[in-house]
């Protein structure tokens, strides 16, 4: 099967080669590398060969997280799959591409996989949390009928490393344009609903973690919430967040005395912030306008909107 792969940059930093590194030795042929950059000035695009990869260069204000990546798989829609990459992962081993290309194959009711995020190599106590507790050790396949079982988790999924079927990405009309943020998880349950399945790949591995302060958690969580009250069809169909927040807390929590205790309270302070953030989020509308985009992480949504 022919794999196209697609990543979007701004400002890729120094990790950027080792993203690059790791592409270049994966171990199954990609037919095209696409960078859809936005205006990066920090040399990101002295770091690839153009004759390479395909180049689509955009303005830093017309970036959209699903209408930029649609807009990147309909101009180099000439693969069985399309994999998407963020800047900052780097793929763990040389068969990372491989994992998905098999899964797809092999079974032909998957519509998408996603693979496992370890934290980076310096990642801290609180990060490497994040990445165990949200990305197991164990691969699952999931449909609509695990809805039950599940919850909303049943559509987790992440664009930081997946790999989508041509034909189920194109059949439910692709990434949404204008979404906050998401775009994967929009495109998962469509797919679902569809009567697609979706996998999660532990075997499928990159290094991908954040570092967020308390104040970036609020505005992460912020657009979550404004994403949420947006897409009111996903707790329709899949339940709500709610409940997978104080799960995760619990295991934070439980984490962190055993690694750093000292680190408690930057860890309740963090779940506080992410806690105001959704509710604002889920209540944006009643917001100023301004206020809206103070507390955003994603400013260019509110210059759209």
Excluded at 212 to 227: H, L, N, P, Q, W
């Amino acid at each position: 099967m022919k794999v196209n792969l697609f990543i979007p940059t701004l400002n890729a930093g120094p990790i950027w080669k080792e993203v690059l590194d790791g592409v270049a030795k994966q171990n199954y042929p990609i037919s095209r590398l696409v960078i859809i950059d936005s205006g990066s000035t920090d040399g990101t695009l002295d770091l690839i060969n153009e004759k390479a990869c395909d180049l689509i260069q955009i303005d830093k204000k017309d970036f959209d997280h699903g209408g930029t990546r649609q807009m990147a798989a309909e101009r180099y829609s000439d693969a069985d799959i399309f994999v998407f990459l963020t800047q900052d992962a780097i793929l763990a081993k040389p068969n990372a591409i491989e994992v998905m290309v098999q899964a797809i194959e092999e079974n032909s009711e998957l519509g998408m996989v996603y693979g496992r995020q370890l934290p980076h190599k310096n990642a801290k106590v609180l990060e490497t949390h994040a990445r165990l507790f949200n990305y197991p050790a164990e691969s699952k396949v999931k449909s609509l009928e695990d809805a039950d079982r599940y919850g909303i988790k049943t559509i987790s999924c992440s664009n930081s490393f997946a790999a989508y079927r041509k034909t189920a990405f194109f059949e439910v009309g692709g990434f949404p344009v204008g979404s906050i943020l998401g775009e994967d998880v929009l495109i998962a349950g469509k797919m679902l609903l569809n009567g697609w399945k979706m996998a999660y790949l532990s075997a499928s591995k990159i290094h991908h973690s954040h570092d967020y302060s308390a104040t970036e958690e609020f505005k992460r969580y912020f657009d979550i919430g404004v994403f949420h009250v947006n897409n009111q069809w996903i707790f329709e169909n899949f339940g709500r967040a709610e409940s997978e927040g104080f799960k995760y807390l619990k295991s934070e929590l439980t984490y962190t005395f055993k690694h750093n205790p000292l680190l408690i309270p930057k860890c309740l302070i963090a779940t506080g912030a992410k806690l105001v953030g959704y509710k604002l989020g889920l209540n944006y509308l009643s917001l100023p306008v301004g206020l809206r985009k103070s507390f955003s992480m994603t400013k260019a949504y509110w210059s759209r909107t």
